[in-house]
């Protein structure tokens, strides 16, 4: 078997927020909502109360305009490598701008301090994944803390 550096390991995880509904989902439940809409205010329209049509459109739109910032946040991400020697953390906007953290891996530790997910190197807490549950921010805890294990014990990381 070759003997590999740790330059040519790598490791890498991508954080995403968790968005439950489908983009199928999303049209069948505005579809729904706008037909209900529409009938109860054709309905309040023939009985004399039209205002109320007016406010049942504008209920549509601000519930679309609301799934569509949901959504939107949800294109945000973070990714966690491991790769020559550091631990490189970056954040990724809506609109695609990367902030990137770099740290020496051999010294960077992984926590979970007061509900915070944390990246620790020489007293620098850098939070991630706050977008997670609990349980997925300790799931990560333990897969990033196996890697920096593996990293400073030159274990060979798995191909996945």
Known sequence: ???RSMQEEAFSIVLR???SLSKAGFSLTMVLVGILSLIVGITFAILGAWPILIFFGLQFFLLFGAFKLNYRSGRRFETIKIENHKLIVSFF??????IRKKYQ??????????????????????AIGAFLIDDEKAEVRDVVKAALFRYRNRVPFEAS
């Open 1 to 3: 078997m070759p003997e």
């Open 17 to 19: 927020p968790h968005r």
């Open 93 to 98: 906007s809506v609109t695609g701008r990367e």
């Open 105 to 126: 891996a051999y010294w960077s530790r992984i926590e979970i301090n007061e509900n915070t997910l944390c990246v620790l190197c020489r007293n620098e807490c850098l």
